[in-house]
């Protein structure tokens, strides 16, 4: 398999020069400015039009020249001129992704998968943080189309429409991603929330659990954290249940503060069975500070997360939890975002299965609950 022509701007290095070699010593030595491409040419021996296609389209050339010519170029220590290239490509081959929080690894593993599929198709990423305030997610919007980005990831559907025609009349497709919603104006590759939630509730149900708790984040502004709380809701109405009675405390994406949260639950007159927590980063928090009081999980308490980052096989015990395809959601999402910039269709929306991870940290619910000792 051949390099994408990208690898050049993202990995080039100055090679060391044998003594045997005559050729690119000499370039070596006489050359004190900057490498051109004429001077990759002379050194390889062939014209600039096959140093071209080397750089941009290597499968076109016989493998033994593309070797000289990549010697070449890390003998010289030669960058391509990136301006050159945008010009004539008229694009930047770079994607802008936003996504709300760099704190923990909830996002990680699929922007991995989203940046390693873009490297495949000859893109770079720049990534930026909101901190899930929507003000600071339109500031990073227009900047990066500032910057020239083709296109933009964003996480969710939660935001000002009116940002959409914007990005429309600047010719920048956008597409969503850790969501899936049916009808949405977005385009989105991603799982739909409330479905797996709601199958991870009907499980804790399932084991017995009426008196349960819920640690959310923030739900105004983030239609996954919404959809999850909703997807409980639906559990325990089908259930015969009060979807009104459920004890819901909503906070930041923090172990600490699942932790404390955990320790509002707890302490209620009539404290739940079982915690489900909205994302793994919050269940590792209840669990941690169910230690902390002595309470064994889930022989007292049982906590459930949701994402099956590695954290939640790492505590103990370990999380019971909805796995999502982070490394399959980043790749169709590049590959996706990719197609609508060098076709220029609207993309099309696809929703990828979720399963459950059943650990440790769910068991049946004991006869009597208890609070913090």
């Known amino acids: 398999m051949h390099e994408s022509p990208y ?159 914007y990005l429309e009349r600047q010719n920048v497709p956008v597409l969503a991603a850790w969501t899936y919603a049916d009808g949405a104006s977005l385009p989105s590759i991603g799982f739909d929330n409330r479905a797996a939630m709601s199958a991870l509730a009907e499980e804790v149900l399932a084991r017995g659990h009426r008196r349960i708790g819920v640690i959310s984040g923030a739900t105004a502004g983030n239609d996954r954290a919404r959809q999850r709380v909703e997807g409980i809701r639906d559990a325990v109405a089908a259930h015969g249940l009060d979807p009104a009675a459920l004890a819901i405390i909503e906070t930041t994406y923090q172990i600490e503060s699942g932790g404390d949260a955990f320790d509002t639950l707890m302490g209620a007159n009539d404290p739940p069975t079982a915690i489900i927590c909205g994302n793994d980063v919050l269940a590792a928090g209840a669990v941690a500070r169910a230690r902390a009081h002595g309470l064994d999980v889930p022989g007292d308490v049982s906590v459930t997360g949701f994402d099956d980052i590695e954290l939640a096989r790492i505590v103990y015990p370990a999380l019971t939890t909805v796995h999502v395809p982070h490394g399959e959601m980043g790749r169709k999402a590049a590959c996706a975002l990719v197609d609508m910039v060098e076709t220029k269709q609207a993309g099309v929306s696809i929703r990828l299965d979720t399963s459950l991870r059943l650990r440790g940290s769910l068991g049946p619910a004991p006869r009597q609950g208890h609070g913090p000792r």
């Open 7 to 165: 690898i050049f701007l993202l990995h080039m290095a100055v090679a060391v020069v044998s003594s045997g070699d005559d050729q690119f010593g000499r370039y070596m030595s006489s050359t004190r400015t900057a490498p051109t491409l004429d001077d990759v040419a002379k050194a390889a021996g062939v014209s600039t039009a096959t140093v071209s296609r080397c750089l941009n389209t290597p499968d076109r050339v016989i493998e033994s020249t593309r070797k000289r010519v990549t010697d070449a170029i890390d003998a010289l220590g030669y960058t391509p001129n990136f301006g050159a290239r945008v010009m004539a490509a008229k694009r930047t081959f770079t994607i802008g992704a936003i996504i709300p929080t760099m704190e923990n690894a909830i996002f990680a593993r699929g922007l991995q998968a989203f940046q390693e599929a873009l490297h495949d198709r000859g893109y770079n990423l720049l990534v930026s943080s909101s901190a899930y305030r929507p003000e600071i997610e339109e500031e990073q919007i227009r900047a990066l189309v500032a910057r020239g980005a083709d296109g933009l990831l964003l996480i969710g559907h939660d935001r000002d429409p009116a940002i959409y025609p």
